[in-house]
């Protein structure tokens, strides 16, 4: 499992990526969203799941999330918000499978949400 996390926060970044690794899961963390999306377009297959911040300079993590899908519609994203979000953004960012949390990420629910990833994969390529 390889995560792609992107944050402008780079403590926020580097203390979620370093418990992730703690836990055994590959993790590249990314300060900018233009170099994450540059990462990801250059090899489509690197990454089991992307958690991306809400709110960044240049393209935000909405953005991010559309370009992604674009290039990989099956990609599991996560959407982090600090700030409220109303239902309707929810329903219509869950309709396109982009799930969102809010802020703070505990390391119990980032593990959840890496562990709910896994299985899923695990199952469709089980079906193939």
């Known amino acids: 499992m390889?995560?792609?996390?992107?944050?402008?926060?780079?403590f926020c970044l580097s203390a979620i990526c370093q418990m992730l690794r703690w836990e055994g899961i590959c993790c590249d963390a990314f300060d900018s969203?233009?170099?994450a999306l540059n990462s990801f377009a250059g090899d489509l297959a690197r990454y089991d799941l992307v958690i991306t911040d809400q709110q960044m300079p240049g393209c935000d993590g909405l953005e991010l999330a559309r370009?992604?899908?674009?290039?990989?519609?099956?990609m599991p994203i996560v959407l982090v918000s600090g700030g409220g979000m109303e239902n309707g953004q929810r329903d219509n960012l869950r309709r396109l499978g982009i799930q969102v949390q809010q802020k703070p990420l505990d390391l119990e629910r980032i593990?959840?949400?890496v562990d709910t990833v896994a299985v899923c994969r695990s199952r469709a390529r089980a079906i193939v």
């Open 67 to 74: 370009h992604m899908r674009e290039m990989r519609p099956d």
């Open 111 to 113: 593990l959840a949400i």
């Open 33 to 35: 969203s233009s170099t």
């Open 2 to 10: 390889r995560v792609m996390l992107v944050d402008d926060d780079k």
